[in-house]
């Protein structure tokens, strides 16, 4: 509960007495003074002058109340629609996460959460259109992994993300899994490394596009492990995935949501999630870290908002949004997609997705990407 500022006698009297003053004020200015070098009359402007300890008394209450103000918008936020802007086009996982956290934000607060779809330039339209945005929190972002990718590997973005992206909340965070076809002969990380070794530039990996997560978790590894794989970018992740079904592909980095079921039917062999724990949906599938001290890729996301966003207002959305996570139905439909919670405050979201940006930076320029 804010703390305000008891008005006493002294106030009351630095009040009237400011009045009496604006009065007089009012009256002289009306006052004419006549020259008669001059064809116009010249406008007498009075100054108020007012006691130290009155003028004192009338700043600090004034200073409380643009305070008063921000609590007040806060407390009655949202009052009318937010947007939610989504960087990829309908139909996709992203597309049915931002549409869980709207449901549950428009159940909690009284205002409908319109997902608005805007893709295009691996999600630079979309982001950069709650860049230029108004900060009052009707315009929101839905963050992911590839905002810390594109932040090294496009040279010239019409935004700084970090500078001006503002953290609101975390949603979740999901593995991928280094899988091969079921009729390979590779059955483990340690077998792949040493078959990529014996045979450098034969074996190749597919993702859905240059800069993808899918793309960048096969750059760490070509990095971390000195393997020298060919990367083959598709047009989306789903032809990548359909090649290494008919095995004409080595291996993929995919989201696990996708090839459950494939691994699940027995036609893809599963080597390591690429988190650094295992992953709930494969309990029996190790971590990429048992084999590679370190190595950690996972697709996150996130909500965030135009910088100068009040911080009443993310606070809002920050307490809403982890009240959510926590909730068992909404835990369990995150599950359904092959992630966890990912809750946070602004301030370590913030903290995680400047280390995203570091590491996928170096990631960049040792692999020497290039946007397309």
């Not at 899988?179 to 990529?196: D, G, M, Q």
Request: proline letters at 8%.
């Amino acid at each position: 509960m804010p703390r305000y500022h008891k008005i006493n006698n002294s106030d009351r009297a630095c009040g009237r007495r400011a009045i009496r003053k604006s009065i007089d004020i009012g009256s002289d200015l009306l006052q004419l003074q006549k020259s008669p070098k001059l064809k116009t009359p010249k406008l007498m402007v009075p100054v108020m002058k007012l006691p130290r300890r009155c003028f004192l008394h009338l700043a600090a209450g004034a200073a409380v109340v643009p305070i008063i103000s921000r609590i007040a918008s806060a407390q009655s936020y949202p009052a009318r629609p937010v947007r939610l802007i989504l960087q990829t086009a309908p139909g996709g996982s992203a597309d049915v996460l931002a549409r869980l956290i709207g449901q549950w934000l428009s159940e909690r607060l009284g205002q409908p959460f319109v997902i608005d779809n805007r893709p295009g330039a691996a999600g630079n339209i979309g982001t950069e259109s709650v860049v230029h945005a108004a900060p009052d929190g009707y315009t929101l972002l839905i963050i992911a992994s590839n905002n810390a990718i594109n932040a090294s590997l496009y040279d010239k973005l019409n935004f700084d993300f970090l500078r001006d992206i503002v953290p609101v909340a975390g949603i979740m965070r999901a593995p991928m899994v280094m899988e091969v076809n079921a009729a390979s002969p590779i059955k483990s990380i340690p077998e792949f490394i040493a078959y990529a070794k014996a045979n450098p530039g034969k074996m190749n990996f597919g993702s859905g596009g240059i800069g993808f997560a899918t793309h960048m978790a096969g750059e760490l590894f070509k990095a971390m492990t000195g393997v020298n794989m060919v990367h083959v970018p598709y047009r989306g992740q789903a032809p990548a995935l359909t090649d290494l079904l008919g095995g004409r592909m080595q291996t993929i980095f995919d989201p696990v949501s996708s090839s459950l079921a494939h691994i699940r039917a027995g036609e893809l062999r599963p080597l390591a999630v690429t988190t650094s724990t295992r992953s709930e949906a494969l309990p029996d599938v190790p971590a990429m870290g048992d084999f590679v001290p370190g190595y950690e890729a996972s697709i996150w996301f996130g909500v965030g908002a135009p910088k100068d966003t009040p911080a009443e207002v993310t606070a809002k959305l920050n307490s809403e949004i982890n009240a959510g996570l926590a909730n068992p139905r909404l835990k369990s439909q995150l599950a359904d997609m092959g992630g966890t919670a990912f809750a946070a405050s602004p301030a370590d979201l913030g903290k995680f997705i400047a280390e995203e940006i570091q590491k996928w930076a170096k990631v960049v320029q040792v692999a020497g990407v290039k946007a397309e």
